[in-house]
């Protein structure tokens, strides 16, 4: 049975921004005056109709050969198998889903993820949980895999993302968080063992921008959980560049 999702304006907000290019943010938006381009713009909605969108546990926005893409993901096990699904929809053809990626898991955790489109398939981060310490994978267009976090084996390693930069296009840089304690980078780590580089303490973060790096690092702080979530202080930071937020 198909399900009306209206997606909200901050979850459409903060996926055009994970997706990390101007235009992904003029595709969500709508003026009186398209032509006037320092017009105040506002984000608009619409409902997508999704199958069984009961079942979606991760959901990401990003720009494959010009059109805006739907990404999101699914559980499946079968006999005492896990695996991570992950599927792509054009917004403009949201009925139009494909299966993208399907990742063994050792448990029945859902990860949290993170793609981008290479040619025809999708690069993929993805956290592997082995109990007490999980690790972060890299899965090529291929369906080859390669362990990021290698050189860091008694760490364990959450929220994997790549770096957006402008162009992402090459190696890329490979955001995460360590021990839940700081945010790091891994420099060109989806193509070969490197350690980290620690930038921020955080529990918490994304990171972007390539030489001079930005940071939007969480820390917890004393209070209700609000979704299951800890409340938290939220900080901005330059790094590497010679101004400091």
């Not at 619409?46 to 059109?67: C, F, H, M, N």
């Not at 592997?128 to 895999?145: C, R, Y």
């Not at 580089?197 to 969480?218: C, F, H, P, Q, S």
């Amino acid at each position: 049975m198909n399900t009306v999702v209206s997606v909200p304006i901050a979850l459409l907000m903060a996926a055009a921004f994970c997706a990390g290019t101007p235009r992904e943010t003029n595709i969500m938006t709508s003026t009186e005056n398209p032509a006037a381009q320092d017009a105040p713009q506002a984000f608009t909605m619409r409902p997508l109709t999704i199958a069984d969108a009961k079942s979606i546990d991760g959901i990401k926005l990003v720009e494959r050969q010009g059109q805006l893409t739907l990404l999101f993901s699914t559980e499946a096990s079968t006999e005492g198998r896990y695996e991570l699904v992950i599927h792509a929809a054009p917004l403009s053809e949201i009925a139009r889903v494909t299966e993208v990626a399907r990742i063994n898991r050792m448990l029945p955790v859902a990860p949290r993820w993170d793609a981008r489109p290479v040619g025809n398939g999708f690069e993929i981060l993805y956290e592997m949980a082995g109990g007490a310490i999980d690790a972060i994978l890299f899965q090529d267009t291929q369906g080859n895999t390669k362990r990021v976090s290698v050189e860091h084996p008694f760490e364990s390693f959450s929220r994997p993302h790549f770096i957006r930069g402008g162009q992402d296009t090459g190696p890329s840089d490979v955001g995460a968080i360590a021990d839940l304690k700081k945010v790091v980078v891994f420099p060109a780590g989806t193509t070969r063992p490197v350690k980290y580089d620690a930038l921020v303490e955080g529990a918490d973060g994304v990171v972007g921008g390539t030489t001079d790096r930005w940071v939007v690092a969480k820390n917890a702080v004393s209070g209700a959980t609000l979704f299951d979530t800890l409340p938290g202080r939220l900080t901005l930071s330059r790094v590497g560049g010679r101004d400091a937020l």
